[in-house]
C-alpha cells in the first residue's frame, strides 16, 4: 500500500475521532522545540544514538521533573540523520484508557507518514482494544525495512496495566521494526529486568542528565553571563546539576549587578526553583510523603529507621522506596541509606521552618541521638550542635574516646571549627576538655592548659563509673601540652598516666576503635623529647608510633613522626637517612589522603636541608616555598624558626651573607614556648656561618660562645672561626674535644675533617691536611655533600691545584670528585637509602617481587602464608619508601639490593 504524503497525514489527524467520540489532539505528535539557550551534552545524545542504531529495542530516560529529558529527546529527534522513522507522542493522563492510548499511538504513525495498512483496524471502545489490532501492528512493524522509533514523553502519566501489557506485546513481536523511547519520572510497568537481563533496554539516567561544571559553562555562557570557574563549580555541586533549577538561577542572577555575588547569596526558599520544586514534586506527593520529606530534609543522608525515628511512624522504608521509584529527587546510595538532592533539600528546609517554625531545632535533636546511638559520632555531632544540644556533643565526643580526632584524621579542621562555636556559657568536665583540645590543636597553649586544668578539677574520680574516658583523654591532651611546651617531663608523666588508664578493660573496644589515641599519644611524647633534645630517647617514641596500625586516623601523627625522625638524621648528620624519612613522610601523606592544608612542614623544611647541603638549590627553594605555605608554620613557633633559619642558609648559599643575617635577626619570641636549645644552636651556627662568609671571624666567634653543650657542628664553626682568627693551635685544641666519627653522621665528620684539614695546612703540614682532604672527600661521596667544601674557603682549591693529588681507594682523583661534588643538580631523582636494613626473609621476598610473582606464589615458594608475605610486603614498602611493586623493584635496583 502506498504511503499517504506528509499533507494528507496530518489532515487525517486533524479529522480523527478517538474511540469515545473525541477529536484526536494533533498538537501532542509535535516535537517540543528546542530553545536558543539549550546546551546539547554530547555524551547523552551519543549514547542515544548508539542505543538506537544497536540490537537493543528500548531506551529509557528516566529522571526527577526538569531534569532536561525532554529537551534531550527533541534535541536529538531534530539531527539531519536518524536510525529510523521518528514518531513523536506526549502521553496524557486520558491515555490510561487503552482504546484511546492505541488511537493516539495509529494516529501518531500516520501523522508521522508511516502508512499503515487499512486492515489493521482502530479501537472501537475506549477501556480495550483488539488482540488482533495489536497483532496486525506488530506484524505491520516486524516487516518494514526502516524501523520507526516511537517516542513516548511523559510515559509517567500512563498508570494501566493494561496498557503497558499491550505495549510490551507489540515491542516483543515488531521486532527490529519497532524502537521504544519512553521519557518518564517514574520507571514503568514494563518488565524492565527481562529486557536488563537480554541487554536490550538503554538506561539514561537523572545522574546521566546531570550538567558538568563545564557544560553549566556553557548554559551560563548563552545566558550572556559570565561567572568565575570557582562560580561555575559551585553553581553546578549547590544544584546538583540539575537542569531546571540552574536555568532558573541562572535567570534570576541575569536581573542582578553582580551575578556571581547573587549566586553566592541566593536564598532558594524563596525563588523560582523553590515554587518548582514544591508544586511539581513536593506537593504531587501524599500527606504522609511530604511530611517524611520535610523531616528527613534536616538530614545529609537518611536510613529508614531514622526517617522512622523523625517522623514518629513505621513507615519509613516503603515510603523512601516509592519516592525512589518516582524520581522524586531522593536517591538510594546503596546499604539501605537514601539522600535528597541538596537543593531539594535546601528548600525543604525552608519551607518546614515556615510550615513548623522551631521544629527543625528539634529533628536536629533525634537525628544526633539516633546517629549517635547507630555508631556514627562524626554524623551526630554536627546535629547536636545545630539542636543546640552542646552537652551532649561534648559528653558522647570524650565518653567515645574520639577528642584525639581534633587533631587527626581527615576531618579535624571541620570538627574542630564545628566546636569553636560551642558557647563558653556550656558547663561540665567534658566541654572544658573539648575547649582545651581545640585550643591546643591551633597551639593556643595557654588558653588550651587553663580549660584542662578545668576539666581536672571538676573530673569525677578515676574509678568512678564511666569516668575512664574523659581521665585517658585528659591525660592524653597534657602529653600534647608537653609537646608544645617542649617539656619532656610533662609528655613523660601523662604518658604513663595515660599508658595505665588505657589498660583497663572497660575501654578496650573504644581504643581498638581509635587507634589515634595511642600513636597522638608516642608521636607527642617523641616530638617532646625531640624538643628537650633527647634525641634517641625521642627516635625510640616515634619509630613506635610510625609502625602504629596504618588507618585514616592515625596516618597524620604517623607523618609527623616520620618528619621529627627526618629532622633528628638531619641534626645528627645524616642527611641521606634524612631524606628518607622525609620523603617516606610524604608518601604516608600521598597515601593516606591528607590534604596539603593539615600536613606538617617539618619534612619540607628537612628536604630544603638536604637539598643546601648538596648544593641542589633550586629544589631547596621549592621546599622552603611549600613548607612557608602550611599553616604549621603561622601557628608552631618552632617550625616558623626552623623556616628562617633554612631560610638563612639557602640565602648563605645563595652567596648573600648579609641577607643570611638579616633574616635569622627577624624570629619572634614566643612568650609561651621555649626554644629548643639544638634549635637555639642551629641559629648560632647559621649566624657564625654567615659572619664567617662576610670575613667576621670575631663576630662569628660571639654567636657561639657560651654554648658548651651545643653539639659538635658549633664545635667545629668555633674551630673555624679561630682558624680565620690566625689561631691554628686554638682550633685544634676544640677540635681534640670532639668524639671519634663513629658517633656522627657524615655532614659532621667531612666539617670537622675539612677544618683539621685547615689546621694542619695552618701548621705547615700539608700532606697531613690532602690526606684529610682525601677522608672528607670519601665520607661526602655517597651522601653527595657538596657545602661543607664550598664553604670551606679558598685554601681548599690552592691544595687541590697544588702538587700531587691523593687517591681514594677506588682510584678516582679527589680533584675530580671535589668536581663532581660541586657539579650542579640535574635533576635526576637521587636514590633514597634505606632507613632500616631488610631482613633476610624481606630480601628473599624481594627476590621474588622482582620475577614478578603474584602473592600467593610468593607464598608457596617460601613455604609462608599468604598473610605473611603481605606483612614483609608492608614491611618492604615503608623501609624502601614506595606504595607499589614496580617502585619497590625499581627503588631497589638502584640501591643494589637486587
Known sequence: MPHRSRGSAREGAAGALTPNGEPVLAARFAVPRVPRVFVRRRRVTERLTRALSGPGRLVLVNGPAGAGKTLLVADWAGRPSLPGRLVWLTVESGDNDPGIFWAYVLEALRHRGVALPDGIGSPVRPDGVDDLLLSRLAAYLNGRTEPVILVLDEFERMSAPEVAEGLRFVLHHAGAGLRLVLVSRTEPLLPLHRYRAAGEVTDIRGADLAFRPEETGVLVRRHGMSLSDEGIRKLTERTGGWAAGLRLCVLAAQRAEDPERFLKEFETGQSAVADFLLSEVLHTQSVMSQDLLLRISVCARVHPALADALTGREDGGPVLAELERANAFVERIGHGWYRLHPLFAEILRAHLNTRHPGLERALHGVAARWLSDAGLLMEALPHAADAGDWTFAADRLVDDLAIGQLFTGLGADRLGELFTAMPSSVPGPAADLVRAACALARYDIDRGLTALSRAEAHLPPADARGASAAHLSCALLRVLAGRLLGSPETAETAGRRAEEIGAREVLAERLEAHPEIRTLRLAALGSARLRAGRFGAARVALSAAVEAPA?????????????????????????????????????????????????????????????????????????????????????????????????????????????ALRVLGGIPESPSTEMPSWLDAQMALAAATAHTALGRPHAAAEALAGRPDAGPECVIASARARLASGDEEGARSLLDTLRGPGGHGPAVTVRALLVRAETARGLGDEAAARHLVARALA????????????????????????????????????????????????????????????????????????????????????????????????????????????????????????
Open 779 to 898: 665520607a661526602a661521596r655517597p651522601e653527595r655533600l657538596a657545602r661543607p667544601f664550598l664553604e670551606a674557603g679558598p685554601w681548599l682549591r690552592e691544595l687541590l691545584d697544588r702538587g700531587p693529588t691523593p687517591r681514594r681507594a677506588h682510584g678516582r682523583p679527589a680533584t675530580g670528585l671535589f668536581a663532581e661534588l660541586r657539579t650542579v643538580d640535574t635533576g635526576e631523582p637521587c636514590p633514597v637509602p634505606v632507613t632500616e636494613p631488610l631482613s633476610e626473609r624481606e630480601r628473599e621476598v624481594l627476590g621474588r617481587l622482582a620475577q614478578t610473582m603474584s602473592t600467593d606464589e610468593i607464598a608457596a615458594e617460601l613455604f609462608l602464608s599468604v598473610n605473611t608475605v603481605k606483612t614483609h610486603l608492608k614491611h618492604i614498602y615503608r623501609k624502601l619508601a614506595v606504595t607499589r611493586r614496580s617502585e619497590a623493584v625499581r627503588r631497589a635496583r638502584e640501591l643494589d639490593l637486587l
Open 551 to 659: 588507618a585514616p586516623s592515625t596516618a597524620l601523627p604517623r607523618q609527623d613522626s616520620l618528619e621529627c625522625l627526618a629532622l633528628i638524621d638531619f641534626l645528627e648528620g645524616w642527611p641521606g637517612r634524612a631524606e628518607a624519612h622525609a620523603r617516606q613522610a610524604v608518601v604516608e601523606a600521598e597515601r593516606s589522603g591528607v590534604p596539603s592544608s593539615a600536613r606538617t612542614s617539618l619534612g619540607q623544611l628537612v628536604l630544603a636541608a638536604v637539598g643546601i647541603e648538596r648544593d641542589e638549590l633550586a629544589s631547596a627553594r621549592t621546599h622552603v616555598h611549600r613548607a612557608a605555605l602550611s599553616p604549621s608554620c603561622s601557628r608552631d613557633p618552632v617550625a616558623a624558626a626552623w623556616l628562617t633559619v633554612t631560610r638563612s642558609r639557602l640565602l648563605l648559599a645563595e652567596g648573600s651573607p648579609a641577607r
